[in-house]
């Protein structure tokens, strides 16, 4: 079975500085996705940024970005230019991507991140 | 568009009550899910249905049961609660090439 570990239960990182949330996972399949979701206090689960695991290249979506190493099971999350908006708590997540798959998404435990002005 | 919403948005119960939760979405998506969102735990998968009339258990389905009789809405149904349920519960829905997932906005449930 797949599982997704999320080793930081809290982080802090000064406003306009950079941040990484670390993700490792572990898993046979060679063909899937990861996903960086953001919980801010109002509950709501926002989708940050997705990898395929066929890609190469890193995933960038504005001042977030990730470093996937697939070899090592390794799917770090780099927020530049912190914001305070930016504090909330960070889900990384897998889904397989076989044709037999149920779609479902397995989550890591979390990273609560404090951004401080 | 409203996407994906669920109601109620809070609920209290006495242990032994029943209740459902209503989780409704206008995207068409086929696949619907429910999760539950535990302190320290992550989300976890409890039900989920690949198309209307279809369910089928997730990781941990005790003490629940689902119904997808509309193929725009998913009901969790709690038939005896018991304060382990105690959460909050998620509900979300995909398309099946797609590989993101659209999340409601949660109920919080307190079970007493």
């Known amino acids: 079975a797949q599982t997704v570990t999320q080793s930081q239960p809290e982080m802090s990182v000064q406003e306009a500085e950079t941040v990484t949330l670390s993700c490792t996972y572990d898993?046979?399949?060679?063909?899937?996705?990861l996903f960086w979701y953001k919980q801010p206090p109002s509950r709501q689960m926002i989708l940050v940024i997705r990898q395929e695991a066929y890609k190469q290249q890193n995933a960038t979506e504005n001042r977030f970005s990730v470093n996937f190493q697939k070899a090592a099971k390794s799917f770090s999350l780099k927020i530049s230019d912190s914001q305070l908006g930016d504090a909330a708590m960070y889900f990384c997540?897998?889904?397989?991507?076989?044709?037999?798959?149920?779609?479902?998404?397995?989550f890591g435990t979390g990273t609560r991140l404090q951004v401080f002005p | 568009n409203a996407g994906v919403t669920q109601t109620p948005k809070f609920r209290v119960l006495k242990t032994g009550q029943s209740m459902t939760l209503l989780c409704a979405q206008d995207?068409?998506?086929?696949?619907m899910y429910w999760y539950r969102q535990d302190p320290g735990m992550g989300l976890r998968l409890i039900h989920y249905s690949v198309g209307e009339g279809t369910t089928a258990k997730g990781e941990v389905p005790d003490g629940y049961n689902v119904s997808r009789l509309k193929k725009q809405n998913f009901l969790l149904g709690l038939e005896s609660a018991a304060p382990s349920q105690t959460s909050v519960y998620f509900c979300?829905?995909?398309?099946?090439?797609?590989?993101?997932?659209?999340f409601g906005p949660g109920t919080r449930l307190t079970v007493l």
């Open positions: 995207m068409n998506h086929e696949y």
């Open positions: 997540a897998y889904r397989s991507a076989g044709t037999s798959n149920t779609d479902k998404l397995i």
């Open positions: 898993t046979s399949e060679s063909d899937y996705y």
């Open positions: 979300a829905s995909s398309y099946t090439a797609s590989p993101e997932q659209f």
